[in-house]
C-alpha cells in the first residue's frame, strides 16, 4: 500500500498562491504515475493535474492551464501542485492520488487517495 498525506492548504486571497505537497510513504512512489484532483462543496471531485512516474510528462484540466503547475520530487517521496492566481471558485479540498495505470483523469483510475487539504480562496 501507499501512505499519501497532503498539506499546504489554507485561506489566501484571490490573487494570491500556494503550494501544496504530497508526502508519500509505504511502497516505492516512483513506481507509480500521481495526480491531484479537488471537490468543491456540493460538486464531484474533478481532475486538476497529472504526471508520470519520472516526471517528465505532465497533463492538466483545460480550464487550469497556465495556473497551476504539477511536479514530484521521487528522491523525498513528494508531490507538488503550485497554483498561482488564484481565484474564489479554487475554494476546495484538493487530494493527491497515485495509479499503476494508464494516465488518466477519472477518480477511477487511481488506486491510493490522501485525505485532502483544504484550499480556500477569498474574494
Known amino acids: 500500500q501507499v501512505q499519501l498525506v497532503e498539506s499546504g492548504g489554507r485561506l489566501v486571497q484571490a490573487g494570491g498562491s500556494l503550494r501544496l505537497s504530497c508526502a508519500a510513504s509505504g511502497r516505492t512512489f516512483s513506481n507509480y504515475r500521481a495526480a491531484w484532483f479537488r471537490q468543491a462543496p456540493g460538486k464531484e471531485r474533478e481532475f486538476v493535474a497529472g504526471?508520470?512516474?519520472?516526471?517528465?510528462?505532465?497533463y492538466y484540466a483545460d480550464s487550469l492551464k497556465g495556473r497551476f503547475t504539477i511536479s514530484r520530487d521521487n528522491a523525498k517521496n513528494t508531490l507538488y501542485l503550485q497554483m498561482n492566481s488564484l481565484k474564489p471558485e479554487d475554494t476546495a479540498v484538493y487530494y493527491c492520488?497515485?495509479?499503476?495505470?494508464?494516465?488518466?483523469?477519472?477518480?477511477?483510475?487511481?488506486?491510493?487517495w490522501g485525505q485532502g487539504t483544504q484550499v480556500t480562496v477569498s474574494s
Open positions: 492520488a497515485v495509479s499503476t495505470r494508464a494516465a488518466t483523469v477519472s477518480t477511477r483510475g487511481y488506486d491510493y
Open positions: 504526471i508520470s512516474r519520472t516526471g517528465g510528462s505532465t
